[in-house]
């Protein structure tokens, strides 16, 4: 069920988790809050880890949106715009966002549902501690104000 990669690095930078976007799930309380919940089985490799270090860092590609490739930019090309949220991962304990996190996996991936109980699945939320971008050449230097991506209310 691991659909990932773990990249061990240097004490000091943080784990690096590449999660595809299928298994993971955006809370939608009327608009997106923008913080990142997976759901992952005791038996992944990833909860190993998250006992071990819940330091991680998903990044997300402008190519999830398509824009990258109807601007004819290569995923891989800095210029092909990503988003790092850095911090520390934590199962989901409190029953409302328990089923907030269902109700937004399930109703997205149905068959997630269905998926062995013996398993053990669980729901992990991060806890945003750091938000960079990069956008062009340079390195990733824009860091973000968490406090204001979390009350960023989009106009669509």
């Keep these: 069920f691991d659909d990932c990669n773990t990249f061990y690095c240097c004490k000091w930078i943080p ?3 590449k999660i595809r976007m299928s298994l993971m799930v955006f809370t939608m309380r009327l608009l997106c809050t923008g913080v990142p919940y997976i759901y992952s089985s005791k038996m992944s490799t990833l909860n190993h880890d998250f006992e071990r270090d819940p330091r991680v860092t998903f990044m ?3 190519e999830f949106t398509h824009y990258c490739n109807d601007k004819g930019i290569d995923n891989d090309s800095p210029t092909c715009g990503k988003v790092m949220l850095t911090g520390n991962i934590h199962k989901v304990t409190d029953d409302d966002e328990l089923k907030w996190a269902k109700y937004g996996m399930f109703s997205r991936h149905p068959i997630t549902k269905d998926w062995p109980i013996g ?5 992990y939320k991060l806890e945003i501690l750091n938000i960079f971008t990069l956008d062009y050449f340079g390195g990733a230097t824009k860091h973000l104000n968490i406090t204001e991506y979390l009350n960023y209310k989009p106009t669509w």
Excluded: E, K, P, V
């Design 60 to 62: 997300y590609s402008a």
């Design 15 to 17: 784990i690096l988790l």
């Design 119 to 123: 398993h053990g699945f669980y729901f």
